[in-house]
């Protein structure tokens, strides 16, 4: 049962008892990106008390958005993931993320920026909806958790971290990633120069990156 009823016959309302509570959303944007264990979510929502989390947790659950699981060896641990009821609220997440990126101050960008705001909504913004590869692409970037991307119909979309990436793309920092996939660091160059290693199909690879087209305006 959600915590706040509007007792309204709304479909908005209905989804705002669901998940319109302080931190849920961003809990969301987390599992979107992959399964979390419980320090990971913590870890990531700076300046959420433990007992908050755990109660949103428990009604994200409760209410079919989110599963948990016991990961094999060598992760052997419980895992947040969202369930494909939960997956469905991708776009709405990422259209909050395009509306509010003009509030961002400088403040709030050394303040809250994560890491996992950044793959799908780039890559949906500038890739033009001709493109098809279906290629799975997983990049290591840094310390931080894989992200995995897939391209289906012209459209760059998160893929189950449980599906096996074609390539994996391991790269220092962002900045190189967004510097391949834009077209201005060529795959090979940033190969050769040690910016960015491949693990798998590396032809897949270059495939990727030279069917991207960037949109174009005017």
């Known amino acids: 049962m959600p915590a706040k009823q509007y007792g309204l016959s709304s479909a908005l309302a209905r989804s705002l008892e669901l998940v319109g509570d302080r931190w849920t959303l961003l809990l969301i ?7 979390r264990r419980y320090s990971d979510l913590h870890k990531a929502l700076r300046g959420i008390p ?4 755990a109660d949103r947790l428990r009604r994200l659950e409760d ?5 948990r699981y016991e990961a094999p060896p060598p992760v052997a641990t419980t895992l947040y993931e969202l369930t494909p009821r939960g997956h469905e609220l991708e776009d709405s997440v990422l259209a909050l993320m395009r509306w509010g990126a003009p509030l961002l101050t400088d403040s709030t960008r050394s303040n809250e920026l994560p890491p996992t705001d ?14 098809s590869t279906g290629t799975i692409i997983g990049f290591d970037i840094g310390t931080e958790s894989r992200v995995t991307i897939e391209m289906i119909e012209g459209r760059a979309r998160l893929a189950s971290p449980r599906v096996e990436p074609d390539v994996i793309v391991m790269a220092p920092d962002y ?5 391949v996939l834009g077209g201005s660091l060529p795959i090979d160059d940033a190969i050769e120069s040690g910016q960015l290693k ?3 199909d590396l032809e ?13 305006t005017g």
């Open 118 to 131: 950044w793959p799908i909504l780039w890559l949906r913004d500038v890739l033009d909806p001709g493109v």
């Open 63 to 67: 209410d079919g958005l989110i599963d």
């Open 29 to 35: 944007r987390e599992l979107l990106v992959a399964p």
């Open 198 to 200: 491949v693990d798998g």
């Open 204 to 216: 897949r690879a270059r495939m990727f990156t030279k069917q991207l087209r960037i949109k174009t």
């Open 175 to 179: 900045a190189t990633v967004v510097g």
């Open 50 to 53: 433990t007992n908050l989390l």
